[in-house]
């Protein structure tokens, strides 16, 4: 078996040097096997780097959960009411909806007809009490769904009629359009999760009003959804149809041949649970998995190359929506300034932050927009790491040595901060020296603070911090809202408790301005004050690196979690494997 | 003898009991608690307000007084019902069940290697001290004694799993892919053949250690008078040591048989992330992070009861190896 496959991958590597001259690379750096029509057939087996809590579309809190059930483009077991399109990464590719959705006058009222004649995977018609059905479990107090209700706070209502389903929102946001009704809500079947129909005697007014709580039989219908058998063997309308989860191994899906769609190519998808980082990648080598959809910046740098390597397999990096910042709480006697904030910037060199941790896999960005989208303003300049101004600003703000003890103080204060860490964070640990010595040159004193990854939150909320790296990953488009108005300072993710009513006026602004041009115009002007104001340092845009069988052709790269769309890809005859 | 064992046996009620307040308290005074680890993880950067919090305290009765959460929890377990994992709601037994048997698997064939390599091990160095190859071995358990496994393991997985290196050995899991259609005889092979890396790393720590106790309670028998006396008596080598030193030498060994028991469903966090096995060494590690209450509770409870039974075994196991040894004084005072 082994040898077969070294004499095949032997042979490859011939067929493409001799082939190699006469068809100048069709597919790039790919192997050439057979160019031509996409053809049906074979498995791709993908690690998954953690086992995920459940899949049922509502209740799941893991992300891994979601590359599952509906992958980076809405669409895979289940399904959303809309899709994004690959030009412009704009939700208005229908899905389960027939058409984008129609918007009224006062932007409070959203209409979308549902597909017809598609069937969940078990034959049942999908209709729109399915779409009900969705919103009424996830608004239901009692379900575990706590994660999600949350973008469901503006949705007043929802009446369904026929094939037509309309969304009244109790206050307008350019927001709803896309967090409550396209993009958000994985559809699930009713007649799966409420098959006794416990919840139709209950309007979605009802079940977030008072009744919610207390009527037995919401109760018992939330019991029983919460810990239904279907969490674990999930029934969608999707492209593929669940086969299998064995526990803490594998997750298998095979293609849905009665699809309303267009059919993807590959037979199976394989998701291998492979926590470890150099077990995946030896796996990947031995030929045991396909797809690496993540690979540590040293893997990517210094172990995927090499001949053996690029006989079997590609390597690529691709961006995605996630950034790390410094929050500096902005309570703290020293970062209440923002020349102070400006200063501790110009004492954080980016570019090489990004060459020694991310091993150039990285972008300084100024800015808590996708670089990519219309809302990133591309003349904001990074500030430059500049430790002579730094020290000149300090100075201006007042925080001199005074006592000569080799700290800047001010008012008796001394410049000592704790930098928030959390077990187990590597850029924590890579970031937090280099850091602590650049601010010692400038007379400021940095010391550590780890604390238990669970309680890591929840201390960020509560401002118990002076300074913390943080992560975040969203969607491309994403309302600054929740990290950066005031009010988010409580229970927000305004972990700095950053508090500016100018900033406060463009984002609400910003919120309620429908014309894409104007807004985006509020949106320049609102990162041209935060990188006057600095209330964090943004440390850079996280670019992902994976590696992959070149058996795959059309292999597509997306700037979403988790990176791969299995959609497209496919694999010449001569190549399958399975 | 029956007597004190039987009264032992009944002890355990109290003892359990008390653990289980002991632990009950300390995982619920355990900063953070399950609803804000499932509402808030950091990379989900939404707006949780404190009314979903508590709407999901109320699910999982985390609104109800400590007492009230305790008396409950009793109230399932004496019909030994450990409740719903937070997590995904499934029943904590369906998770056991998964789970132990793989452990189970690995830390008995880790613990029996270990043991049956080790004592024969500890005698030959304790009788060949000071020769050549006990030098030799010497050196070779220390170095094992002090390689962290982490590092053992990801050598063994770099070097010996198909990268870049030699393809021996499958690099996780328990069995290939598609193994489930296989012949029984070919699916064994397949399983021994996942085994050898994960069990090699668990065991080589726990074999130094034991071969170095039974080589230290071995030399301290064999310098003992009734040895001189069995010497001088004119009986052979082998049967000084074999029958009078080996067993004097065994109470050490057998007390730390008191630990093999809860080893057995303890599983090793470390080796089962490396190598991508699910056993009971990552749930744990994984209710502690999630704060999954109802689960942790399960395992340090199942763990609790078998530390005190591996206790009462190895008192047990004294007699049996010294007859010195007897328990019907002490029931007596």
Sequence with gaps: MELMRRLFAFFLVLFTLVSGCSHPAEHGEGVAFDSGQPVPGDWAVVRLEAEPDTLNPVNYVSSVAQYVMWGAKNSQVYELLMGYNTKDWDVTEPLLAEAPPTVSADHLTYTITIRDGVKWHDGHPFTVDDVLFTFKATACPLTDAAAHRSSLTDLADIQAEGRTIRFLMSKPNVYNLRNVVTNLMPIAPKHIFDEEGLLDGFSYKDIIGPKGKTDPKIKKFAEHFNAHPNNRAPVGTGPYKFEKWDSGREIVLVRNENYWGKKPYLDKIVYRIIPDYTAALTALKAGEIDVQPRLMPIQYKEQTSGSAFDQQLAKMTYSIPSRFQIFWNNERPFFKDKRVRQAMTMLVNREKIIESIRLGLGQVVESTFDPHGKEYNPNIKPIPYDPKRAAELLDEAGWKDHDGDGIRDKDGVKFKFDFLGSTGSSIFKQLSPVLADEFRKAGIEMTERIIEFSVMTQTLKEHRFDASVVGFTSDLVQDPYQIWHSSSAAGGSNFGNFKNPESDRLIEQARLEFDDEKRNQLYWRWQELMRDEQPVTFLYYVTEAAAYSRRFRDVEWLPLRPGYDLMSWWVPKSAQKH | MRNYFVKRLLLLIPTLLGISIVSFLIIHLLPGDPARVKVEAPERNQLVTEQTLRETRVIYGLDQPLYVQYFRWLKRMVTFDFGESLRDHRPIIEKLKERIPVTFKLSSISLLLAYLISIPLGVYSATRQHATGERIITVVLFAMYSLPNFWVATMAIVYLG?????????????????????????????????????????????????????????????????????????????????????????????????????????????????????????????????????????????????????ILVSDFLYTLVDPRIGYENRVAT
Aim: charged share 15%; glycine share 8%.
């Design chain 2, 162 to 310: 198909g990268g870049d290196f030699w393809d021996v050995f499958p690099v996780f899991g328990l069995a290939s892919a598609g193994a489930e259609h296989w012949s029984w005889w070919k699916r064994t092979q397949d399983e021994v053949w996942h085994l050898i890396l994960p069990v090699a790393c668990m065991t080589y720590y726990t074999l130094a250690v034991l071969s170095r106790y039974m080589r230290a309670a071995m030399l301290d028998i064999i310098r003992q008078d009734f040895i001189r006396t069995a010497r001088a008596k004119g009986l052979s080598e082998r049967v000084v040591v074999y029958r009078h030193a080996l067993g004097n030498s065994l109470i050490p060994i057998v007390t730390l048989m008191g630990d093999v028991l809860p080893a057995l469903i303890g599983g090793s966090v470390v080796i089962e992330t490396l190598f991508a096995i699910p056993g009971m060494g990552s749930l744990s590690y994984e209710a502690v992070f999630t704060r999954d209450y109802p689960l942790l509770m399960a395992i340090f409870t199942l763990s609790a009861l078998l530390t005190l039974l591996g």
